[in-house]
């Protein structure tokens, strides 16, 4: 099968659910017969997301977490994050360019671009080499105005209300 046509998508916002949204297109991909890569920023291998255990029970589906044991301080990153963001960065450079894949999602790759572990440029050049049959999905807070201007789709989630407001923190299963 493949794609036509290959688009980028940037989601982007405070809001709660750009993630999710890849992930939702990720199933439909799949369920479509596409080839899907999930490319992980900044969330590293010790810590358990709900997905990871439905998106290994998912054919066509392949995904890769890239990252440290700790939060990343977006004020001071360690050598550690900016290390695994580059590596994080040129698997994702290899595999968009690799042709296996016919969707490439960038997990919190903005977000790694606001706390310096991946320069902008890198980014604009990512999108520039995408081949034409490739989509691609950049996911993340902070999505500069130049990473928006080249994609098709700009989605900006708004954080309208939030339960962390009221002191209810993360729950499992429904917030990782």
Do not use: C
Not at 66 to 87: C, S
Request: proline fraction near 3%; aromatic fraction near 10%; charge should be negative.
């Amino acid at each position: 099968m493949g794609l036509e046509q290959g688009l980028t998508h940037v989601y982007t916002g405070n809001g709660k659910g750009k993630t999710s949204a890849a992930l939702g297109l990720a199933l439909r991909a799949s369920g479509r017969g596409l080839r899907v890569l999930l490319v992980h920023f900044m969330k590293g291998p010790s810590f358990s997301y709900g997905e990871d255990v439905s998106l290994s029970k998912v054919a066509g589906v392949t995904q890769v977490r890239f990252g440290t044991d700790h939060f990343v301080d977006p004020k001071n990153p360690d050598v550690a994050d900016k290390e695994a963001a580059q590596v994080a960065l040129a698997f994702l450079k290899f595999q968009l360019s690799s042709g296996f894949y016919d969707v490439v999602i960038a997990d919190e790759l903005n977000v790694a671009v606001a706390f310096g572990l991946v320069s902008e440029d890198e980014v604009v050049e990512l999108i520039k080499s995408k081949p034409p049959k490739v989509e691609l999905v950049i996911t993340g807070r902070y999505a500069t105005d130049n990473i928006k201007s080249m994609a098709d789709y700009v989605t900006v989630f708004e954080e309208v209300k939030h339960p962390f407001q009221q002191g209810i923190n993360a729950r499992e299963g429904i917030d990782y």
